[in-house]
């Protein structure tokens, strides 16, 4: 009589209810605290999804430039995932407060003639049979460590690259970035090298430094406050009120206000700087726009670089998809470093570091 009772329960998950409950039509509906249903379904992670080639303004520049690009010096498909966690012979300087000339500055969206450190950076693969191209696209910044001296360094993700590789696992990549820099007609330049990456969904490319370098941008390796103000950049945000034309009025972008909701280890769990834990990735409460990977995400405050967008991830049950990257300490872990780093807690409102010398 017990067993029959409790096979109609209401909190009884029968082979019925788990069926109902992977219904495609059921998956991602509301769910309500109540005995009769069952416990909701997180979404899963969600990556900045590919451009649609039909509708992306990039279509044109690609195809009006293709003999150009075909001329650039392919990579083997998956070559990127070789030299991951390889650590760079170069010194990255920390720049937690930078001058105000170094700062991204989200009012002056001016493109001058160095850029203002933003790129997009496009993978793409031209199909032999019917000459037909396909291509990624993602966002990226310059940094400019000590001793690179013929070429500079473009921080984006690594999961746009992996799409395209997946797809074509035994073709050459042509890889370039398309700068910010002021001109009706940008040139593209390409990308000769994947120096280093990491699991945090982090790329680090090689590029020819041209006649007049590209403007870098700052980054820093120290955490930011739970509840301080990011500004994420967005791509393609044509939809919104603010955005402006960039690279040759071709796409939009935007500068959004976003808050800064935590640090999150490799299994996803919420970790406070101070601790022994890594802090791989940074969430915030937007979520990014499509083609907006690889994009900086700048302190409000300083203006430097505190993380690298990757997409939008579900937080908790509560909160639900917002927003994450590569948190800026990725970046410090793949190029040394003058000295080490204890990060202190004293309050919400105040961290500090300091600074320990290596060993000689």
């Known amino acids: 009589m017990l067993i029959s009772s409790l096979k109609n329960s209401t909190l009884s998950l029968s082979s019925r209810s788990i069926g109902r409950l992977l219904q495609p039509h059921d998956r991602y509906t509301r769910k309500y605290a109540s005995q009769s249903t069952s416990p909701p379904l997180l979404r899963p992670n969600a990556e900045t999804p590919v451009q ?31 030299n991951i966690s390889t650590t760079l012979p170069l010194i990255l300087p920390y720049e937690s407060y930078p001058d105000p000339t170094r700062r ?28 037909e191209v396909d291509f990624v696209v993602s966002s990226g910044f310059i940094i400019e460590p000590e001793g690179s001296q013929d070429e500079q360094l473009v921080i984006t993700c690594s999961h746009t690259l992996d799409q395209i590789s997946n797809r074509y696992p035994q073709t050459a990549i042509h890889s370039f970035i398309v700068p910010s820099a002021s001109s009706s007609a940008p040139s593209p330049i390409p990308i000769t090298a994947y120096p280093s990456s990491c699991i945090a969904d982090l790329l680090v490319c090689a590029i020819p430094r041209p006649d007049i370098s590209l403007r870098s941008l700052p980054v820093s390796p120290f955490p930011i406050y739970k509840g301080q103000k990011v500004l994420v950049h967005e791509y393609g945000s ?12 071709m796409i939009q972008r935007e500068w ?46 300083s203006g430097a670089v505190v993380g690298v967008v990757s997409g939008s991830r579900t937080l908790s049950a509560v909160k639900g998809e917002r927003g994450y990257g590569a948190s800026a300490e990725n970046i410090f872990e793949i190029a040394a470093v003058l000295t080490s780093w204890i990060y202190t807690f004293i309050s919400e409102e105040q961290i500090i570091a300091i600074p320990v010398e290596p060993n000689s």
Request: hydrophobic share 30%; glycine share 8%; no cysteine.
């Open 52 to 82: 649609h080639h039909s509708n992306d303004p990039l279509n044109h520049f690609i195809h009006d430039n293709i003999h150009p690009i075909a001329h650039f010096q392919p990579l083997p498909s998956g070559s990127h995932r070789s």
């Open 104 to 131: 991204a500055d989200p009012t002056h969206l001016v493109e001058e003639h160095h850029g203002d450190g933003i790129v997009v950076v496009i993978h793409l693969v031209k199909e032999s049979l019917n000459k």
């Open 238 to 249: 044509s939809h919104l009120s603010n955005s402006i034309p960039w690279i040759g009025s």
């Open 256 to 301: 959004i206000s976003a808050e800064m909701l935590g640090y999150r280890n490799y299994g996803w769990r919420e970790v406070q700087p101070g601790t022994s834990s890594a802090l791989p990735y940074i969430t915030f409460s937007t979520r990014p726009s499509n083609g907006s990977s690889g994009g900086p995400i700048v302190d409000a405050v």
